[in-house]
């Protein structure tokens, strides 16, 4: 018995193994992919603010005009930078509000029916980007992102902990 459950150990450490290695082309797919389209629906809502303006007042949100070029360049901005992994989890983070401010101003029905109405929540227009955002936010943009790259290098570099503005 103990030879079958040591065998059993071994394969599921195995399966670990490989699905673990599978985390980062997986959240790197996700970036680009998802990043990508949001950098164009944002890019697509700066050539178009007038009815992005008219969508904001009718929906009653303060400075529908700022608003709207604010939100409109976001999107564009946090895009690009999860599609890029750079600054991936506070990109993540704002797009995460960013949705849910969607969610709750334009589909509240559909946001407030989360445990009531799944089927609803999901297939409300902003899930998959609310999603993506916590989804990167939790889990980080994996090691094949600038972020990662960045923090190897500064790890490397041994000058990154002095102080140079006060001399020992």
Known sequence: MSNLTNQIERLYALFVRIT????SPLLLLIRVYW?????????????????????FQSLGLPAPAFTAAFVSSFEFIAGILLALGLLSRIAALGLFIDMTTAYLT???????????????????DPFIFW?????????????????????????????????ITHPS
Request: cysteine-free; proline content about 4%.
């Open 131 to 163: 999603f993506v955002g916590l989804l990167i936010l939790i889990f980080g943009p994996g090691k094949f992102a600038l972020d990662t790259l960045i923090a190897r290098s500064m790890r490397k570099d041994p000058n990154r902990d002095l102080d």
């Open 35 to 55: 990043g990508w389209q949001i950098s164009q629906n944002g890019w697509g809502k700066l050539h178009n603010l007038s009815h992005v303006t008219e969508f």
């Open 20 to 23: 673990n290695s599978l985390q």
């Open 106 to 124: 334009a589909d509240r029905e559909s946001f407030l029916g989360f445990f009531s109405a799944p089927d609803k929540f999901v297939a409300a």
